[in-house]
Structure formats: C-alpha cells, structure tokens
C-alpha cells in the first residue's frame, strides 16, 4: 500500500516515492529554547511523529533529523526584535547557555509526556558553527552572498526560483512589511547568513569567522545540519505553516545555490492551532505550555488525543471544552481496554486473519496524507463492536496505540467487581459444595442457576478453591 502525502512543493496530493528504499530522510525544524514550546508548538511535533510511525509502519526505515536554536536570539529573519536568550537569561538570572539547556530538558519532557519518540539525531545550532561557516564559504565562492556593513547577505536576486514553495515572488517575500528595512541589503527578500555588526550590544553568543566575530543568521542552522546528517538530497522535510514564506524559502534558497540542484522531494506543513483570540505565539507570551493543562487536571495524552480528532491541514482551535470532550472520550476508551485485557482469551486463527484486515483497514486511513480523524472513527467502530470477542478488540487497539502512541499498553486489565455475600449466598454456596462433594452434578447446576439469578457467578479453581464473579 502506498503513502500519499500533501506536498507543498507541488500543491498536490502525491504518491510518496523515496529517494532509496533502504531508509527515508526526514528533517524537521526544532524548537528555539528561550522558553517552553507552547501547545501549538507541540501540535506540529505530534504530527511530526506520527508522520514517522506512520512511514515506518509502511515498512520504511525513518532517519529522523531534529535541529534546537539555541543561538536563539534571532528567530525571526533580520536583525530584528529582541535578543531572546538574552532577556531570558537576565529573567531567570542564568547563563544563556544554561537557559537553553533547561528549555531543550523542558522540551522532551513534554514530547515523551505525549509519546513522541526522540527522533534519530537531534542536533544543537551552537555545537555546528563550523559547518555553518563551512556553508557560508561555499556560498560566497559560488557568488551568492555579498558582504555589507560587516555582514554577509543571501543575494536573492541571483536565485531565480527564489519563492518557489510558497508561489510568491521575491517583491511580496520582502520582510520589511513586518518589521523595520534593512538598508544594508541590496533585495528587500535578501537575508542575513551571518552577522558580524548587531544592534544587539554584549552579543553573548558569539564565535571567529572568517568575515569577523559574530554569529550566524537563523536559517543557515538547517540547511548546514540537514546536509551534514541526511546528505544532499531529503525526501521529506517538515515544519508548521509560518515558515512556508520565509524560513523554508530561504532554506531552500541557501541549499540549492550550494547545491545546485533540487533539494527537499516532499514539503510537509502542519496547520496551526490557535485559541479563541487568534493564533498562538511563542513572542507574545500568555501562551499555553503542556504543564498548564496538566495543572488544570488533564493528562498529556488527553492534550494528543485531541489533536489527533483534527487532520493535521485544517487549523484547530483550542478551548477547555474541547479538552474536556477529548479526555471523556480517553477515558471511555481506556475503559473498554481495560475490560479487554481483563476478558481476553487467546486469537482463534479465524481471528487471526480478521485482525490483519481490520489492521489494513485502519493504516490506510493514515496512508491516505494522515487522516487521523477518520482513522480513529474506524478505531471506535471496531472497539464499540460486541460482535467481536475482547481478544480480537484488545489486539487491535493495541496496534492502533503502537502507531498513535496512546499510552493505552499500560492500561490494567479491569479487577473483577467483588462480589458481597450475604447470607442466602453464603447458604446457597455451602449447598452446591455438599452437592459436589456428593457427586450430584444435577443439584450443584440447580444451585448454580440460583446463584445467577442472584447476580453471582461462581468458577471452580483447584483445590476445591472458587472464585465469586459478579455477574
Ligand atoms: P518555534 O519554536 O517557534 O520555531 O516553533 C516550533 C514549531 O512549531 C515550528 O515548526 C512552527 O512552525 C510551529 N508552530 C509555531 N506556532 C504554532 C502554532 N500556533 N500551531 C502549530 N504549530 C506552530
Ligand atoms: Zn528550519
């Protein structure tokens, strides 16, 4: 069965074809650590992930490259804004180096709290200086940067497919609509590769150069690791919808120059999740982190849950009763695994064969661009089935969790309700061991009926042991 994803590259729902058919190269853009990732954040993680699982349950193998920004003060596209590490620092009195530290930490924290896998490398920005500088000399010598006011700039004028991902050309890609202009640049759309003049004074972060001391411009970061780790050529690379006009272009940009040649096969971008007011934002602070919900009694996997009953191309809005409908309908589910696992008995062979096409069935929702609210319908409709034994539901779910990762492996198997005795129970029950002790089989069942009428089940153990099963 084939993978179809939604390439932004070619607006299109393509058949994924990669590259080898030993491993995929998949390159995700991190998180930048001056603060916790925000919900929204970790939506685009989650899906990230389940892009990976879902490739591998494919049969593929997944090589799954993740960048941190911990140089960190420059996330938006010039030199612009604020210092952020800086200010972090001073806020929580710490070394620039230390807050990022306690933010990657934060970081995994809260993607193993959801069950994300670590991907295969995660890479740090300030420990590939030297393969950013590499970069940057490849792109001077080729005769696409040019130095101004100290700095070395992208020249995207002599980059013709410049805007080519998002479709826009390079006059409505500048970034000065946003902020204030460069003057030092000789295209609006040009960008910096690294820096060596700042308005930010007591730069912390700074490293030799050879066009001075200084730091590189944000983009470089993941066109420098991704070639380093997954070569020139990547089959799919990832990242949430803002970075299409800006971040990627320029990434694009930068590796192809290098290169010269195409670059990334599958563009793959995740749609936001916003609140009430509008979209969630890592600057704005107010925003909405992992330990919030769980302050306010969900558990992270009720947060993945939720974000699973939307695809990941449509926005989602956040709100408490949304959580709320997300967590009842976790616990509902975790009820029905733990009556499962408490009732089942071997698969039959005929049950055997079922599974594998319920199975089919369900990864060809997730083959299909990642439908995961139609997958996990078709999950419900299998587990709400009693046609089908407990045996057969629990092995299902279970694959359905291995993929989604939900958690639901460690759920107990229900105890069985205790049953009370009281005293005609207890009568009844010294009746049915004297008539077994006798031999009358035919009074022994005639107590038994009563006993069920009574809401009482009872099962012989050895030893002339029973156990009390309420009916
Ligand atoms: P950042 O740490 O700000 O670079 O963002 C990390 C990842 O989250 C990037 O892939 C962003 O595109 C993505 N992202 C940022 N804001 C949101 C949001 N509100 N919803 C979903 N993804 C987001
Ligand atoms: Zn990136």
Known sequence: MSVYLYNTKTRNKDEFKPLSDKQVTMYCCGPTVYN?????????????????????????????????????????????????????????????LEIARMYEDAFFRHTTALGLKRPTIVCRATEHINDMIEFVKALEEKGFAYISNGNVYFDTAKFPRYGCLSGQNREDLKHGARTEQDMNKRNPSDFVLWFTSSKFENQILQWDSPWGRGYP?????????????????????CGGIDHIPVHHENEIAQSEARLGHEWVNYWVHM??????????????????????????????????????????????????????AAKKAYENLADYVAEFKANAEPLTALEQTELESLKTEFNNYL?????????????????????????????????????????????????????????????????????????????????????????????????KQIELIKL
């Not at 916790?36 to 992930?49: K, P, Q, S, V």
């Open 367 to 463: 083959f299909d661009d990642l439908k995961t609210p139609l997958a996990l319908s078709y999950m419900w409709g299998v587990v709400k089935d009693n046609k089908k034994s407990a045996a057969l539901r629990l092995a299902f779910v279970m694959h359905v969790d291995g993929v989604l990762g939900l958690f639901l492996k460690d759920i107990a198997a229900k105890k069985p309700a205790a049953v009370e005795v009281t005293p005609e129970i207890a009568a009844l029950l010294e009746q049915r061991a004297e008539a077994r002790a006798a031999k009358d089989w035919a009074k022994s069942d005639e107590i038994r009926d009563k006993l069920a009428a009574l809401g009482v089940g009872v099962k012989d153990l050895p030893n």
């Open 271 to 324: 749609e936001f999740l916003n609140n009430k007011s509008g979209k969630m934002s890592k600057s704005k602070g107010g925003f909405l982190t992992l330990d919030t919900l769980v302050e306010k009694g969900y558990l992270p996997v009720h947060y993945k849950y939720f974000c699973l009953t939307s695809h990941y191309r449509s926005s989602a809005i956040f709100s408490e009763d949304a959580m709320d």
């Open 36 to 96: 916790y990732a925000h919900i929204g954040n970790l939506r685009t993680y989650i899906f990230e992930d389940l892009l990976a699982n879902t490739l591998r349950l494919a049969g593929y193998k997944v090589k799954h490259v993740m960048n941190v920004t911990d140089v960190g003060h420059l996330t938006s596209d010039g030199d612009e804004g604020e210092d952020k590490m800086k200010i972090a620092a001073e806020r929580e009195q710490k070394s620039v």
């Open 217 to 237: 411009g944000w983009h470089i970061e993941c066109s420098a690791m991704s070639t380093k780790y997954l070569g020139e050529r990547i089959d799919i690379h």
